[in-house]
């Protein structure tokens, strides 16, 4: 936290949205966190449109290194931008608190995988070559779902969308001041944005709360990595790469 910690203190009103006309609906700040965003689903897509087409194996695995490079590439070219990400000072409650709800956001989603609790079917990311896992493809998987995806997805969800959906400006609002309409809105689409949708649910509701309750979005960012990271160990161990 920053040295005039006032989490404590009483939450202001929820802030109303205010789009006077002609006002841009993404001003440059907005677009900062949007485009790492925006790129990463982007290979989304073009891993599915390969797929479809037939592309080998080989090809399919190392979309993700170049995918998770170039989002640490935009997220490191913006990076004095990020205002919520230049001061790293968190109490010591707010670590202990971020890292409990890392764990049991792992413990369920990996939990939370009934039929009726997925949409759709996840390829996952299988890293075995001729039937031999290849170590540099889950280090760089693993690397990239626990340090690059938390602050990528951190930015998008909860600095940036969650903010926005109560106030253009979202810079200007304060993460106690988020509307229940904001919140609600916000951890639904994260949800819906994975398969495991009722797992994406529950996370969202966790980290936002985290950000909303510290005010500080690295502790989102704390429970995030340790969540993905622990994922990749579990996946790793079990050999269920589908959850990847």
Same mark, same amino acid.
């Given at each position: 936290m920053?040295?005039h ?9 929820? !802030? ?11 001003? #440059?700040?907005?677009?900062l966190?949007?485009?790492p965003?925006a ?8 891993? *599915?449109l ?14 993700y290194?170049?995918k998770?490079?170039?989002v ?7 990076w004095? #931008?990020?205002? *919520?990400?230049? #001061?790293?000072?968190? /109490? ?5 608190? /971020?890292?409990? @709800? ?5 413990v ?5 995988d009934?039929g009726?609790m997925? +949409?759709?079917a996840s390829p996952?990311?299988d890293?075995? +070559?001729?039937g031999?896992i ?6 760089i ?7 690059? +995806?938390?602050?990528?997805? *951190? ?7 969650? !903010?926005?959906i109560? *106030?253009?400006?979202?810079? @200007? +609002? ?21 398969n ?9 509701? /966790?980290y ?7 005010r ?17 160990? &579990?996946?790793v161990? @079990?050999?269920?790469?589908?959850? &990847?």
């Amino acid at each position: 936290m920053s040295e005039h910690d006032d989490r404590y203190a009483t939450p202001a009103a929820p !802030r109303v949205a205010a789009k006077p006309g002609g006002a841009p609906m993404f001003n #440059r700040a907005a677009w900062l966190r949007i485009l790492p965003f925006a790129v990463y689903m982007a290979f989304i897509a073009i891993a *599915e449109l390969l797929t479809r087409a037939g592309a080998p194996p080989g090809v399919l695995r190392w979309l993700y290194p170049l995918k998770v490079g170039l989002v640490a590439v935009l997220l490191a070219l913006f990076w004095r #931008r990020y205002e *919520e990400l230049k #001061r790293f000072s968190l /109490a010591p409650a707010a670590i202990l608190t /971020a890292l409990a @709800t890392g764990i049991v956001v792992l413990v369920l989603w990996v939990s939370l995988d009934a039929g009726w609790m997925v +949409v759709g079917a996840s390829p996952g990311y299988d890293p075995r +070559v001729a039937g031999r896992i290849d170590w540099l493809l889950v280090a760089i998987r693993i690397a990239g779902a626990a340090l690059v +995806v938390p602050i990528m997805e *951190e930015l998008f969800w909860r600095s940036f969308l969650m !903010r926005w959906i109560d *106030e253009l400006d979202f810079q @200007t +609002v304060e993460p106690p001041q988020l509307s229940l309409k904001s919140f609600s809105i916000a951890v639904l689409l994260f949800g819906f944005e994975h398969n495991l949708w009722l797992a994406g649910i529950v996370a969202g509701a /966790a980290y936002s709360w985290l950000y909303m309750r510290f005010r500080n979005l690295w502790t989102p960012i704390l429970a995030h990595a340790v969540t993905n990271g622990l994922l990749g160990l &579990w996946v790793v161990q @079990t050999g269920n790469w589908s959850f &990847w």
